[in-house]
């Protein structure tokens, strides 16, 4: 049976925030709303350059709000993990009093029906504040802010973390499957096209010479040994999420005998000095269900490739196989 497999990819990353969207979150940690004149305008949020003519701005800040009126908004009606709050609600720009432009937030007003453009707003701050947008929770109905007791940062507001994320689902074939299954029983599962004799390996379906589809029929359990036909030293960089601090190796196994190359594999007890092209090394399973303390970048019960002690391959052409 197929089903799918959902992914979620985060990134990381930080921003210095600068003098004016600086202040602007330093207030936000206040419960304040705050934005910056320009000529006869008041901006908000506050910019650094004036959006006609992108002269700089004197850093005169001016306090605007509390409360609102609703320019126009959008109902979200299934907001997703990424989204400001957890029920529905609406995105609205909301031109706070004494402001000139909109800002846009979150809406909490409960139900569609009492979204309306020209309401008036208010907003409900959060207990505990950072310096992030979303220290202001969402505008509610009303003229009246949901404040906490307490006051703001101890320090200025200069830097910003915000994790970009991404989640999606891909559909898995029947032969993806069987072929993670196979991994799970400590088998490298393969397809040989009954063509071109190639074998590929176990999840991808089809033989990409021939152009034919390859399903169970045309399964073959792959040997567990094979020869190293190149490799990368990797250097960790610290990033969120990485736990490796030494350098260490990745190699490319060619399978014996099939026209399988796995590629980025984890090699053990090698010191990196000693990896080579052309080092036979065999396959290391955890058996089924045994807890291991082993990549969890690795599919399935792979733990990774240990030599076998068997006289090296010399011939020249390995270093060409990478796939
Ligand atoms: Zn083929």
Known sequence: MAGTVESTIKFPYKRSLGP??????????????????????VIVPPLEWDPDTGVELAHDFVDVGPAGTVESWTWVAKPTAQHPLDHPFAFALVKLDGADTALMHAVDAGSIDAMSTGMRVAPRWKAER???ITDLDAFVPGETPETHEGGGAEEPVTMMDYDATITYRIP??????????ASEQGRFLGLKCPICNRTYTGGRGYCPIDAIELGEEHEVDLPQKGVITNYTIITPTPYPGQTATEPFSRVHVWLDGTDVVLGYQTLLDVPNDDVHIGMRVEAVWASEGEKVDKDPRMEGNLIGFLPTGEPDNTDPDLVNRLH
């Open 20 to 41: 004016v969207l600086g202040a602007f979150m330093t207030a936000l940690t206040e419960q304040r709303i705050m934005g910056i004149r320009s000529g006869g305008r």
């Open 130 to 132: 950072k310096g992030h």
């Open 172 to 181: 898995t074939t029947a032969n993806q499957l069987r072929s993670d299954q």
